[in-house]
């Protein structure tokens, strides 16, 4: 029996779906309960009360409606009640088209039929198997076959093609069960005309095919192969109704679609965000210590746990993003990932890390600010119960998966969940987890390294910098507006004011980028100063991931800050504080790098200021080399 | 399993099916006097009996089934 056993339960489903639709949310009521653990049944009624209660889209959805056409060659009308909850969920209005019974490529061709007047924006193809391998049989030869396979990839690409030309829109394809008992066996390849080889081929061919095409495939071989085949097709039902998907299959049917559908349309989770204790390893830190926990080796639960640890590793070298939020004192939570031999996931890791003793969905609200994304990118993993209501409740939007108290089921939960869904891997991807392995390199020096001078010569760091260009104005406006931590005056600037920044003779924006031998950081810091009084430089923005930290990127930045300060004439470099909630780790950086404090100014935000003289001003000696980047 | 009892099963699931609270089960009620009960109906009712009963029906015996009373001695059979 296969489910969507990673939603929640909800005890009074019955209750609550009567009640649709009376308290005036209709639309967010139909949602939470789209949420939920749906069965056949109860997703057939959610989709009928939703629709007597909401006539057509609520007021402000979040996406235009789907139009979706499901084309295909045997019936398909039962699973579209699926598709459109799964839609729900992800509080996607999907309205649906079926071909008549066989008809999927008359329609396609013809440019009167219902199908192009419905206009569909997304179309999935659903061709059952025994329609595809009714062209061969056991009495065909290995050419014959070999020709009635190029027919039907040829005539599924013309169906792709048509749908693409007429309609503009995405393309999926779903492939085919295989249904087809075997004729020989466990050695069936070597009979050519075995049905079930040949829908074993044929999904090979169209996987191929897809790729080149530009479809999306929506890999039903894969999660038969998975399930049984049993849970996913009933020749009963096959026989009495022409249904190959079973209905009881149904809403995980509609979900696989629907999951296609968002991420086509740019809606899918980007970050992975989890609990620490009971949660990556066994036992309380805080409790335990460090020495106390169970993880990895030595115990079954404990390399379950460093299982888990190694499929968040994994997805965080495709481009998912990882974050911790735990209730911790901050030290304790981090002393693990810098002294547990087991660790399998390190600091550099950790995009995020957020351990106090607020609650939840607070932190996850201070996570999806830090890293810049929306609250409907996190997912959230908790072992504990309490905690996955309270954030279910508060963050509606925040997928929390249902987990079992075994971390052994944990990896397979999120990838059924499928809440990373992507049918491409972008550059960015890919740099996103360069980046997190050059951490994990700098950390194996760091741990090779006898000291730190050693450590920070071996990185062969060069600090590149640029002065404020096109080129960089996205990413300088990003990091200017997201950057809370190591950010001496939190200023946010539009992409106008960057521009005004770059056109003003006094005044300079500079851009720098660390590269060490491990790889290209990116740009990690962002500087704006302003001469003012003819003498003074005041540093009125300076800012910096704190990914370098500990890298002597500040010392060798108060270089160059010097030198361009002098090119514009100033005597004095002035540098303020303004402190906020997030910014207290650079309270004292201007004392350390030899500023003069001059107490408060005079404004109500408690900003210090500080300042320091030019001339009596010597160039740092740093590990880093300094260099201007020419575009 | 008692024949009152698998009636009162098989009430839940039809007033779930059909979305009709009101709804009561007798042996003789069929398709023809149930307006929603087409063929898609008649399937969701046989998973949601199969999933509830943990019982599996042979396609004969989905095509023998006429009425409620049917339905009731298939599953009073297997259970």
Redesign the interface.
Known sequence: ?VELYWLPKIEDW?DRL?RLGESGCAWGDAVTLANSRL????T??LD??AHRALPGPPGSPADKPVRLALLGSSTL??LLPAIRVAGLRRRMWVETYENEYGQYWQELADRNSALHRFAPDAVLFALDARHLASGIGAASSASEVEATLGEVTERIRGCWRLAREHFGCPVIHQLALPVHPALIGGNEHRLAGSRAEFIVRLNATLREAADGDGVDILALDRWAARDGLHAWHN???W???K?EV???AAPIYGELAMRLIATQRGRSYKALVFDLDNTIWGGVVGDDGVEGLVLGQGSALGEAFADFQDYARELSRRGVILAVVSKNDETNALEPFDRHPEMVLKRGDIASFVANWSDKPANLRAVAEELNIGLDALVFVDDNPFERDLVRRELPMVAVPEISDDPASYAQTLADAGYFEAVAITDEDRSRSGQYQSNRARDALKASATDLASYLRGLEMRLLWRRFDRIGLARTVQLINKTNQFNLTTRRYSEADVIAVMRDGRAFGAQLRLIDRFGDNGIIAIVIGRLEDDADLVIDTWLMSCRVLGRQVEPTTLNLVAALAKQLGARRLVGDYIPTPKNGMVRDHYAKLGFATCGETAGPDGATRHVLDLAAFAPRDTFVEIAEERA | MTEPQIYEALTTIFRDVFLRDDMVLSAGLSAKEVPDWDSFKQIEIIIAVESEFGIKFQTREMDALANVGDLVRLIADKT
């Open positions: 029996m019955r009567r069965d056949a049944a109860q057939n009624a009928t009360m009308a039962h020749p009963a039902l026989h009495s109704a249904q079973s209905p009881a």
